[in-house]
């Protein structure tokens, strides 16, 4: 067989039926009022040539390029959240569309550029995506063109998928309390005394009021709240060994991310402090090294690869606005002891 590429006529021909006939056995039109053999015999072509429908051509019979515009910071080039882009993916191939993935490393100049890009190859629609949830700056985009924000919030384009973060908060803490810790919980990560005029984003105070929430609502209070701007191990580390080394009292740290929870581990292990024989951790994102710590951690799960899928869904719908905000999965390993009553701990 030839390596030109088959054409609707070549199907037509094979199959004895004119183009219009295949074309509208092709595009799955419902009224064609012609036989089940007429359609067989199409399908049977189309199969024997390795037919396959110029995307192009019927982009400009339809006005949609089966196309989206998936443009993000630095979601491509980092593992934490590359399940953004895999969800939709997998949305968009199910949908039968193709994602054009654009990276800027959030350079304003770049995201000019990429957009421009996407645009240029009249996409259906466009996501604009970030790693680590919060507002995004983005370019003026024509009128018309389908946005939703992924991870990320936009004043001008309402429509926008995020994690649940209270609901996990919330979760975080009925975690520690399923496991009988009433008292001794610190908190490391946040003091809101102590960063009171300062904010991180829309979704981590979302976070840390459902944490509050959640304490409040069962008569408890953190013993300890530890403030540290950047959530990274080696200062997971160093602000667990200082609490530590001058209290004695806590039986149970609430982490505010993964990376946080890796540095405390470090430390109490340093300090011959057990987890979670003598020490119980819960924390958030589920990074992929939270499998591997022994043990593992539990925590509540940032749902990259459910909110990649929601965003396409939502692009393809054509009337997306507002939040969508999707659950945060518990994911249970063995951080957390159960306790009746908190051991005393020499």
């Excluded at 089966?66 to 997998?90: C, N, P």
């Excluded at 946005?147 to 609901?167: C, G, I, R």
């Excluded at 102590?194 to 008569?219: L, N, P, Q, Y």
Aim: with cysteine; glycine share 8%.
């Amino acid at each position: 067989m030839s390596s030109k590429r088959a054409t609707l006529a070549d199907v037509a021909r094979l199959a004895g039926l004119s183009p219009t006939a295949a074309s509208m056995i092709l595009n799955g039109r419902p009224d064609t009022r012609l036989s089940q053999d007429a359609h067989d015999r199409v399908n049977a072509a189309a199969q024997a040539l390795g037919y396959r429908p110029n995307v192009a051509a019927r982009g400009l019979r339809t006005d949609k390029t089966l196309t989206i515009g998936f443009i993000s910071d630095v979601v491509a080039t980092t593992r934490f959240a590359s399940g953004l882009i895999k969800g939709a993916l997998e949305a968009a191939e199910a949908a039968g569309h193709v994602v054009l993935v654009l990276e800027t490393g959030g350079d304003p100049a770049r995201e000019a550029e990429a957009i421009a890009a996407v645009l240029d190859r009249q996409v259906d629609g466009i996501i604009f995506a970030t790693m680590r949830a919060r507002e995004l700056f983005v370019p003026d985009i024509p009128a018309g063109t389908a946005v939703v924000m992924l991870n990320a919030t936009n004043p001008k384009h309402s429509a926008s998928v995020l994690p649940d973060e209270f609901a996990g908060g919330e979760a975080a803490v009925r975690l520690l309390l399923e496991g009988g810790h009433r008292d001794g919980i610190a908190l490391l990560g946040q003091n809101d005394e102590v960063e009171r005029d300062t904010f991180r984003s829309a979704t981590v105070a979302r976070r840390v009021a459902g944490i509050r929430k959640g304490m409040s609502d069962a008569g408890l209070a953190f013993v300890a709240e530890e403030s540290i701007w950047l959530w990274e191990p080696d200062e997971g580390y160093k602000a667990t060994r200082a609490l530590f080394e001058r209290r004695t009292d806590i039986r149970a740290l609430l982490c505010m991310n993964d990376r946080l929870a890796f540095g405390a581990y470090q430390a109490l292990t340093e300090l011959g402090i057990s987890v979670p024989d003598d020490v119980s951790i819960v924390s958030f994102d589920n990074d992929e090294l939270a499998a591997y710590l022994r043990p593992g951690l539990t925590t509540i799960a940032l749902p990259h690869e459910a909110m990649g899928r929601r965003a396409v869904e939502l692009l393809l719908a054509g009337d997306a606005s507002g939040e969508t905000l999707v659950p945060m999965p518990t994911v249970k390993r063995a951080s957390i002891a159960s306790r009746a009553v908190n051991p005393a701990r020499g």
